[in-house]
């Protein structure tokens, strides 16, 4: 079964910071989209960022905005979300996902184009 890998998750203080890492073993990202996803205890999973497979598309929600960076390296097909400024609101966990039928990012996030979720890295963001 091909699934996510998602790494890098912990407990943090407020205004602390974390990398995560995501990877898919047996599966190559080439000429995908990846995105980074969290779902907080009781809420909805929510996107919130997105990398193109090459053209340097992103997207973030605003909530995260000028403190989450995505990047990616494929030459060793893996994604990274590095986390500054780290609210206790930011506490959930997080996932990873490839976008099957994009290899860019737009501001149009479609959670149903997205395949191959992990079982999540945990962040918890004390006060």
């Known amino acids: 079964q091909v699934q996510f890998v998602e790494s890098g998750g912990g407990l943090v203080q407020s205004g602390g910071s974390l990398r995560l890492s995501c990877s898919v073993p047996g599966f190559s990202l080439d000429y995908y989209a990846v995105g980074w996803f969290r779902q907080a205890l009781g809420k909805e999973r929510e996107v919130i960022s997105c990398i193109g497979y090459s053209d340097g598309s992103t997207y973030y929600r605003d909530s995260v905005k000028d403190r989450f960076t995505i990047s990616r390296d494929n030459t060793k097909n893996i994604v990274y979300l590095q986390l500054n400024s780290l609210k206790p609101e930011d506490t959930a966990i997080y996932y990873c996902?490839?976008?099957?039928?994009?290899?860019?990012?737009?501001?149009?996030?479609?959670?149903?184009?997205?395949?191959?979720w992990g079982q999540g890295t945990q962040v918890t963001v004390s006060s």
């Open positions: 996902a490839a976008n099957l039928m994009r290899s860019v990012c737009s501001s149009r996030q479609v959670e149903h184009e997205y395949s191959y």
